[in-house]
């Protein structure tokens, strides 16, 4: 077993591995990129550990929601769903 550190954002709720990946609650994981186009970039806050833009990198369209995709995190569940 690799030793991989293990980021959580305090804010987003999410885990990043030190390679980048990003660790959602639902779906595939994805790269900091996609956690910033679709969490970090609306919360901005002091806390979140996603707001470097060198370590976020280039963000595609792609790394936005995509139709029938949605990533569900544990302080978002204000949104009423169906
Ligand atoms: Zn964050």
Redesign the pocket.
């Known amino acids: 077993m690799a030793s991989n550190e293990l980021q959580i954002?305090?804010?987003?709720?999410?885990s990043i591995a030190a390679n980048g990946q990003v660790n959602f609650s639902t779906g595939n994981p994805g790269t900091r990129a996609r956690?910033?186009a679709r969490?970090?970039q609306y919360?901005q806050?002091p806390?979140?550990?996603?707001?470097d833009a060198e370590l976020v990198g280039n963000i595609t369209r792609t790394d936005g929601f995509e139709r029938g995709e949605d990533i569900k995190l544990p302080q978002a569940a204000n949104r009423t769903i169906g």
């Open positions: 954002c305090p804010v987003c709720g999410v956690l910033y969490v970090c919360t806050q806390g979140c550990i996603n707001q």
